[in-house]
């Protein structure tokens, strides 16, 4: 069971930190999707051994809680995992070697709140936030661009949260990829982005104090719900039909006009008939809008979704300041824009990248960034990264180690020890000596007790390694996201470790 677990780490471990290895995974279908993002490696890599399958619903269930650290919490899970196995190997049985993880974790969590700091930010100084996101986003193939994409992360936060009650509503942010263009093209747009572009070729392309009526209703002549067959054998007939048809469509489209409404913005197509009158009568439209895209145009706007035309009325159309169709490079490939809707606190982002694998990567990366920012929203509380967070909670855990009598000892010291191989994994995948970086940082560590450096990865120092204090360099961590990382991963140890058998149905 452990050597099962302890292979899906050892395949996460080259991609954690800011020089982490990327994955490529191939799909039945040949779908290829590049990223470095653990709890995507681990969702999409299909596991069939049963332990195994216990760390990527941990790499999930971190992803869901905090959204970023989702690699760390599994090399931590397989660290541990390699350090009980040893202590197995020297006859302590494995219900001792939990209860001794699990003390060591209540002490790696309290000494996570004594050594964090608080970080002050407003609106109007969102500074603090964007740092702890390029943070997050340097482990990412969009790194280049880490200063953008954070500060866009950070604006599309803001702008719908609701500082008051700490809250971020994560429905209000949409995302849209568009592959073309570099990512330094991505914007944030304030209002909603959809993949659409208007019915007819010379409706207008920009649509000023737009007033739109959201339909969920076809714009077409009804049918009848049962089987019936029409019979027309005179001319007469035929064109009494016809007129009936042209009634019914003048008549939904003067019931839009009616309505004060510029804009029609519909959840099923219509046919050319319906579309030329639309066009004939100034009424841009817009059809074959998606169920939640629907729903966000209406928040957004202010507007109710009109399920009959009879129900129309002013007070059910959606507001906006501008709507506009937008066309992307040579290729007539067209989006439209809807901004400055009634609600504002609607927004999308919209990104650009060389090709599909690039855009799709950078909405995880962002989506990762934002959940950060989300966090920090919620506790202002952060520790300093490059592992010297983790260094410091082993020292605190291993002097914890020394007053404590009899075999828990061995397991609260083999925590401590598990703790430096996230440091240990950082300089590795970093080109670095492992053992050197880990034996200065901590050395610094106890002689200056401060317990903020770490790995400096991106800068050498004269002295022949990488240590450097991580708050000079603005390297931080939610402080929740870390002692949600350790608490997971000992739960999901302590589990393994339970678990001497496992029987398969029909085997016995």
């Not at 070697?97 to 700091?117: P, T, V």
């Not at 064109?239 to 029609?264: C, H, I, P, T, W």
């Not at 709507?323 to 606190?345: P, Q």
């Not at 598990?418 to 994994?425: F, G, H, K």
Request: glycine residues 8%; proline residues 3%; charged residues 25%.
């Amino acid at each position: 069971n452990i050597l099962a677990a302890r292979t899906i780490s050892s395949l996460l471990r080259t991609s954690l930190g800011p020089k982490g290895m990327d994955k490529i995974l191939v799909s039945q279908d040949g779908d290829v999707t590049v990223t470095n993002d653990g709890a995507t490696i681990l969702s999409k890599m299909e596991v069939t051994h049963q332990v195994a399958r216990l760390l990527v619903e941990l790499s999930s269930s971190q992803d869901d809680e905090i959204g970023d650290g989702t690699t760390g919490v599994v090399v931590l899970a397989g660290a541990l995992l390699e350090q009980a196995e040893r202590l197995m190997d020297k006859g302590i049985h494995p219900v001792r070697i939990a209860e001794g993880y699990e003390r060591a974790c209540e002490i790696a969590a309290k000494h996570l709140d004594a050594i964090g700091d608080v970080v002050g930010f407003t609106k109007e100084d969102p500074e603090p936030l964007v740092t702890t996101a390029m943070t997050t986003l340097s482990s990412k193939i969009i790194n280049e661009n880490k200063r953008k994409m954070a500060e866009i992360a950070v604006q599309a936060v803001l702008g719908v949260a609701d500082l008051d009650r700490k809250d971020v509503n994560f429905d209000m942010i949409r995302m849209e990829g568009k592959a073309g263009g570099s990512l330094e093209d991505t914007e944030l747009v304030n209002g909603i982005v959809i993949d659409k572009d208007f019915s007819h070729p010379q409706m207008p392309k920009r649509v000023e104090n737009a007033k739109m009526c959201i339909l969920t209703c076809p714009f077409e002549p009804p049918k009848p719900k049962t089987k019936h067959k029409l019979d027309i054998t005179s001319r007469e007939a035929y064109d009494q039909l016809f007129q009936q048809e042209q009634e019914y469509f003048a008549d939904m489209v003067r019931r839009v006009k009616d309505s004060g409404a510029n804009l029609v913005i519909c959840q099923w197509g219509f046919d050319d008939e319906a579309n030329h009158l639309l066009l004939q009568n100034g009424l841009p439209a817009v059809r074959w809008v998606g169920g939640v895209e629907i729903e966000h145009i209406a928040i957004a706007t202010g507007g109710r979704i009109v399920p009959r035309f009879e129900d129309l009325s002013p007070e059910k159309l959606g507001r906006a300041g501008v709507v506009r169709e937008v066309s992307f490079g040579t290729s007539n490939e067209r989006m439209l824009v809807i901004e400055d809707g009634v609600n504002s606190n609607a927004v999308t982002v919209l990104i650009r990248g060389g090709n599909k694998m690039i855009v799709e990567e950078a909405k995880r990366s962002l989506h990762d960034a934002m959940c950060v920012v989300r966090n920090l929203i919620k506790d202002r509380r952060v520790v300093y990264g490059g592992g010297a967070a983790e260094v410091s909670c082993s020292i605190a855990i291993s002097k914890h180690a020394e007053t404590v009598a009899g075999t828990d000892q061995y397991a609260i010291r083999a925590f401590a020890d598990a703790l430096d191989d996230i440091p240990l994994a950082l300089a590795e995948n970093a080109g670095l000596a492992p053992i050197e970086e880990l034996a200065s940082i901590k050395s610094r560590q106890v002689k200056e007790n401060n317990p903020n450096l770490g790995l400096g990865i991106d800068r050498p120092t004269s002295v022949g390694n990488s240590t450097c204090d991580m708050k000079d360099l603005g390297v931080f961590e939610t402080l929740i996201g870390k002692q949600q990382q350790l608490q997971l991963a000992t739960q999901v140890v302590k589990m393994i470790l339970k678990i001497d058998d496992v029987i398969l149905k029909g085997v016995y």
